[in-house]
């Protein structure tokens, strides 16, 4: 037989979603893969009800049906003061990671350059692998993640640079870039005139008084931004696979095409279903921000009674926590004892970093107070049952 191709051959299994199988293996409370266990909003799952019955169930127009653009659009100005038109700004695609392929293979040819700040989540690194890149790591510093201007200006005036990728409020580091931050990140891109790729898709996900800002929003970035989201995270459904890519009519056009090809469209029915939530009020971001708060609060100081340290996230919902104090050469190892030992599932987080980083793994947050309870529970032995 010839040999399968070459440009996938690097790839290893998804580490999250290993970790996935470790903890379901040994029956651990799984804190690696980030979803929620507690249910969509009722609105939304009423409506997918009523459509099950009426439909559409057939393709939707390729780039999204009109009303789901109609509204991300309106939420889109109402949010960020954004006026975004829905016919020609918007693709609606299989969730945030299509739209971030979509958006890859739009910008990039073979042997361009791609910035991204390390730790990253882990899709980057193989989305620049299928569209030819190459990327560049800008670290993020811990224990703040701050990341320092000259650095990036050196990275992104390399030769061949094509586009920075900035998720924000990030995975895994759970910063949230501040307004400076954004500028100086805004002035480098028009400076060396290149594209920003952005991962919002945990926008309504923010701790105060932090505020999630969208660069496309700051002067002269509209035409250069594009938007990668998707409403897994926001309406909690992440296994509905809807998402979007926003950006500049010109750009759109070429996504468009390359989406198309790629998957021909989202899922009708639920694009149909969804749009209930895109119309919610403020309200509902209201109590999705106060409902992950909750949870923030209950899980790390659950953590800081155990005596663990760990970054406080400023948005999305993971924490690093140091398992210097263990011991271990490799952070899986560590993940794997972890879920045998003590029954609770989490990500090593080299799988984040481009730095040789050993000494966090990473939990998620998006549980019930019962889960969350029953991990802490889990933990609180941790020195005992972890000791070498
Ligand atoms: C930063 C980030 N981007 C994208 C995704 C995937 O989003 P979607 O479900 O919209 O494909 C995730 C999922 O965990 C994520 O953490």
């Not at 979509?102 to 990253?120: L, R």
């Amino acid at each position: 037989m010839k040999k399968l191709s070459e440009r996938t051959a690097g790839f290893t299994d998804s580490v999250i979603r290993r970790m996935t199988r470790v903890s379901n293996q040994y029956g651990a409370v799984n804190l690696s893969q980030g979803f929620p266990d507690f249910d969509p909003p009722k609105e939304i799952t009423d409506r997918l009800s009523e459509v099950a019955g009426i439909g559409p169930h057939q393709y939707a127009l390729t780039w999204g049906a009109q009303n789901f653009r109609e509204a991300l659009a309106k939420k889109q100005e109402h949010f960020y003061g954004m006026k975004v038109n829905p016919d020609e700004e918007i693709v609606v695609t299989c969730g945030s990671t299509e739209a971030m392929m979509a958006a890859m293979m739009s910008v990039c040819n073979p042997g361009d350059k791609v910035v991204i700040f390390s730790p990253f989540y882990e899709n980057y690194g193989a989305d620049t692998i299928l569209s030819g890149a190459e990327p560049v790591y800008v670290p993020l510093k811990p224990p703040a993640f701050d990341f320092d201007g000259d650095e990036l200006e050196s990275a992104i005036k390399q030769d061949g640079v094509k586009a920075l990728i900035l998720c924000n409020p990030s995975n895994p580091c759970g910063k949230v870039f501040t307004y400076d931050e954004l500028k100086v990140i805004a002035e480098l891109a028009i400076k060396y005139d290149i594209y920003v790729i952005t991962d919002e898709v945990y926008e309504h996900i923010v701790y105060k008084p932090n505020v999630h800002t969208c660069i496309a929003a700051l002067p002269g970035m509209r035409e250069r931004t594009i938007i990668c989201n998707s409403l897994s995270k926001t309406y909690s459904i992440t296994g509905w696979r809807l998402g979007f890519v926003m950006a500049s009519p010109e750009i759109t056009d070429r996504v468009k095409k390359v989406h198309d090809f790629l998957t021909v469209g989202a899922a009708a029915p639920l694009m149909e279903a969804a749009v209930t939530g895109l119309q919610f009020g403020d309200s509902y971001y209201e109590e999705l921000q106060a409902h992950y708060t909750h949870m923030n609060h209950l899980f790390t100081k659950g953590l800081e009674n155990i005596g663990l340290s760990f970054t406080r996230p400023q948005g999305a919902y993971y924490v690093l926590v140091d398992i210097s104090e263990f011991g271990y050469e490799s952070d899986l190892a560590f993940c794997e004892d972890l879920a045998r030992k003590v029954g609770v599932g989490a990500v090593p987080g080299s799988s984040f970093f481009k730095e040789p980083e050993n000494r966090y793994i990473r939990f998620h947050f998006a549980k019930q107070d019962a889960t969350l309870n029953e991990a802490l529970d889990r933990l609180s032995d941790i020195r005992v049952k972890m000791k070498k």
